[in-house]
Every structure is written in C-alpha cells, then in structure tokens.
C-alpha cells in the first residue's frame, strides 16, 4: 500500500483545514504571504493534521472540534521544517528550492517565526486550552533534538539509545502530540488521550526510522537528493548503526568523516546490504507496539483509519 | 531621571519573574541550557514583564495573577533580538557577544524557537486565556515588521508613515501586548484593556523612537556599537527622515546607500544638528499621548509607577 485511502467525508474536513491555512497565513507583508503560500505548496503530506482529525472522531465531540488542532500541528511542522533546513543551508527538499535558497535567511527564519505564532493564535481559538501545552511541549522537544547529535555507531546500545531519543524529539514528539491534541479536542478520557499519545510516539519513530532508510535506498530523483544524503553530512542514522553492528568494520564506522567519493559509495554499499533489513524490522515492530494502543478503542472507522496510516508509515516509498 | 524606582512588592515580583523564568529555560538539551542563560543574563532592562505586573495591579484579581504574561513576554523579546541579530548578522547586542557569534547560527536559530515554544506553554498556565491570542498576534505583528523596511526619506508624510508602521510592528505591538495581557490578567474591564493597550502601544513607539536617536547620540561603550550603526546598515530611522526633512539635503538622502565613512561621519553630523531634537518632541508628544489612555484610572501606586515609566523611557541614555 503506497496511497492512503479516505472516506469522502475526512477528505473535506482535510482540504477544509487547507483552505483555513491558506486564509490564516495571509499577512500585511507581502514578502510573507508570497514566501508562506510558496512554503505551504512546496508538498508535505498534511500526515499530522489527518491524525488529529482522525483521532477526535473517537470522542464524543463534534469532528470539527480538533480542526484548531490540526491546523496548529502542520504550521508548527511547517515552520520547524523551514527553520531546519536553514540551519542544515539544504538547497532543496523534496525537490523543491527552500525558502532561504529562494529568498533569504532573513525571510526563512522570519516566516518560520510567523508560522510559530500562527499556531499559538489557532491554539488559543480551540475549545480545549490542554493543547496548547502539548504542542508547546512538542515544539520545545523538536528544538532540543536538533541539539542533541547521534555521536557514535558503537558500541550499538549507546548509539541506539542517542538514535532513539534523537528521532523521538525530532518526529515523534510531534506526531505524539497530534494524536493527543486531536483525542483532547474530541473528548477523550485521559486514558484514552493517553493511548493515543503512546501510539503517535511509536508512530512517529517508525515514521522518521523509514525516512532513515528511504534516505539510503529511496529514488534520488523523488527524495530531491543523492543517495546517503545524511551520511554525507555526518549524521549517524539507524541503517549505517545497523551495519557498523553487523560487520563490526571500524572503516564503514569513519565514513561519516570522510568527504571521498569512492568512500561513500562503498560504504552506501554496505549500508544496503547489512543496515536496511534490520532497520526495516525495527520499524516494523514499532508499528506493531503503536497498534497495539488502539486495542483500548471500538472497531471502529478510525481505527481503521489509523491501522491504515500505520501501514502506510511503514511501505510508502517517499 | 535615569534610573526607575520600584517599590519592594514589585522589585519582589519582578525578581520572583526571573527566578522563575531561570527555571523555565532549564532544559535536556546542555547547550541550550548553556545559550539560553546566557542570552537571558545577556542585558535586558524587563521594561516589558514590569509593564504587565503593574497594569495588573489595576484589577481586582491577585496581583500574582500576571506573572505568567509577565515571564511570556519577555521570553518572546528575547526570542525577537536573538533572531533579529541573527538576521542582522550582528556581533555584539549592548556590548555582548551574540549567541549566534559565540555559539552558531543553529544554536541561535534554536534557542529562539525554544523561548517561543516556552511562552506558548507559560501562557497557557493563565487564568486568562485571551493573553495567548494578544501575544500571538504581536509576535506575528514583529515578524511583519521585520519584513516591511523604511524605504525612502522623502516625502516626509511617506517616510513618516513607513517608519511609524515599521517600529509600531517591531517594537510597540509587544509593549501594547504586555500591557494589554498585565490588564486582562488582572481582570480588568474591556474599557480598561483597550486602555492599557493605546497606553503600551505609545509607550513602545516613543521607546523605539528613543532607541533610535541614541543610536547616533548616545555612548558607544554602553551602546555596545559606534555612533549611526543603523546608518550605517542602510536603515533609515526617525532623525534621519527628520535631518533630510530640515536640509531638503539630497546628499545626505543618499547616505544610507555609502560605506565612504567620512561621508557617514559628515551625515552623522548633519542628523545630530537636525534629526535629534524633531524626534525628541516626537517621542515627548508620543508620551504625553500615553498619559492621557491613564486618565480613566484612578490616582494610585499603579498609575504613577506607569507615569514614572513613561518619564523613564524618554529620559533614559541606553
């Protein structure tokens, strides 16, 4: 399963949210709305919004109760996405020229900002004021994540442990806090909102771990950059952790020091053949604990929904 | 009068405000826990957070009730200046290092990000959750700001309107806020909000309209940078606009386009003979208008702390 499939009433109330973030970013700067409408359509697959719509209609509440929920998560997606790529000066992602690239850091990072408080602003309009601290939260732990650096691919438990608690600010958190703002929004127990925070962790993680991989194994041309993107940069991901475990080769360990060609191509090399697998079964029986969560919930059609969203983590191929 | 004095409750307050807002900061993340005291011992006068305790006082809830605006909106000031010097790409802030110069542009970019976040999740510790929507919009207001430069010196009505808008964004939308929320907080009537919030949004324009003419007469040690630096940097700024005004001197209209600085020393001249007092009695007729919003309250220790204030920001020599 490579394309999620909604039923035509969650596909409204997803392009509803759209258009209300297309009316939300308008501004009295015409730098920001030119800048915000480019950043908005430069893709995304609006994955946070869809699980906070999706998870309220667990509750008793109104479905458009958790719309402020979504909006906020994809602005702070958004702006966290905009604000990373001008500290990592990525020209492009998915393919498409970055806003700093575009303009200039001055426009990125004040668009960024702007998105930040727009999110504060939707927060403040949702019957719940319990979400505002979660996506806080959430936003707090995203920028702490990009402080704290996978240092080493040995020994294996210490680099899982930095891998782990890397990709949990810098995704899950997030995706967390979608699922737990939606459940909120929509009237959850606290057990419920609970579970829903224990899912969206597990599938955020399973979610930035096929990133991970995509990154090593994905189509150059779809991904927006060349193979080993991340290694080139000297950041340590869960397939080359794998694959140092595997062959215990002190040379593939140093690849993330190295700017030689020929180097990185075999290690890339190595990386498919020994780091792929068991990453991919890491992801796996993440998604598999994340399901386990909705037990809690009816059968129900969220939680076919989210089944689906879970499956659809863990096979797309972009 | 240089110096503001407060009365022991509200330099208790005030200290209790930075107590907690050093707690706040506290973080996972080592550098930023590092780089945010640091940014926060940076300087700083707490003119904003001392606005919102006291226009509390003027309610009927508990005065501690407006600690949380109090520690938000300086927390988003702060977060304003480490991003508008990353920006400016400035060294120095009052004499000390930036972050972004002793640390990096990431680490800058980040601590940002977190202050904001941390606001978002103090405001929502309020009792009044209006505060959130005020702090939003200006921290939108700021970053607009940012994007819409003076353009031109003349026709003085223009470059009047484009300066008055510019620093409304950047400067007085915050002071306006904190006031605004310090109100709200203390539960103040609609009456007294809109009050507060004409009040702070003055008080703002005359102090950035300060800030402005130090800028080319005041102390370059205390200053931190030499005399006409926003010159300098091609921005144009109230005793500019008034200097060209006064001379109808097409040369020093020019000035902000030369990096010829014996051109810049004779424009600093001309503007310290001009643009200086113009803009002095700008700032005074700004803060003679503040007074008047105060009218509607009664004599008392909140109100003449705000009068004192208002004294203090057009008296003031950094």
């Known amino acids: 399963m490579k394309q999620l499939v909604l039923s035509p009433a969650l596909q409204a109330d997803l392009q509803h949210v759209e258009q209300l973030i ?18 908005l359509n430069s893709g995304g697959k609006r994955l946070r919004a ?3 719509l999706v998870c309220a209609r667990f509750g008793q509440n109104e479905p458009a109760s958790a719309v402020h929920a979504a909006i906020a998560v994809e602005l702070i997606h958004t702006a966290s996405l905009v604000h990373d790529d001008l500290v990592d000066e990525a020209e492009r992602r998915r393919g498409v020229v970055t806003v700093h690239t575009r303009w200039d850091h001055g426009v990125a990072l004040l668009v960024g900002d702007y998105f930040f408080a727009l999110a504060a602003a939707e927060m403040a309009l949702s019957p ?9 939260h959430a ?24 891998y782990y608690y890397k990709i949990g600010c810098k995704t899950a958190a997030l995706f967390a806090s979608a699922c737990k703002a939606g459940m909120a929004s929509g009237g959850g127990t606290d057990e419920q909102i609970n579970a829903m925070e224990c899912f969206g962790n597990d599938l955020g993680l399973a979610f930035q771990v096929v990133d991970d991989i995509l990154d090593f194994v994905g189509d150059e041309q779809t991904l927006g950059k060349p193979a080993g993107s991340d290694m080139r940069r000297g950041i340590i991901t869960l397939p ?10 002190e040379r593939l360990a140093a690849v993330v020091d190295t ?37 809690i919930f009816p059968e129900s059609e969220p939680h076919q929904i989210l089944s689906d969203v879970a499956t659809f983590v863990l096979e797309r191929d972009r």
Chains 1, 2 share one sequence.
């Not at 009316?23 to 950043?39: D, F, P, Q, T």
């Not at 719940?128 to 806080?136: G, K, N, S």
């Not at 936003?139 to 442990?161: K, Q, R």
Request: charged share 25%; proline share 4%; net charge negative.
């Open 128 to 136: 719940d004021p319990r979400i505002i601290t979660y996506f806080a």
């Open 22 to 39: 297309l009316e939300r970013i308008k501004s009295h700067s015409a730098v920001m709305n030119v800048a915000g409408r480019y950043l």
């Open 50 to 52: 869809l699980l906070a």
């Open 139 to 162: 936003a707090m732990t995203i920028c702490e994540g990009e402080l704290s650096p996978v240092m080493t691919t040995t020994p294996l438990e210490t680099a899982l442990e930095q």
């Open 259 to 295: 700017q030689d060609e020929d180097e990185i191509q075999w290690a890339i090399g190595r990386v498919k053949r020994y780091g792929i697998e068991p990453s991919r079964e890491a992801a796996r029986s993440l998604i598999d604990r994340a399901l386990t969560y909705l037990n």
């Open 240 to 249: 080359l952790i794998y694959a140092v475990a595997a062959t215990q080769d």
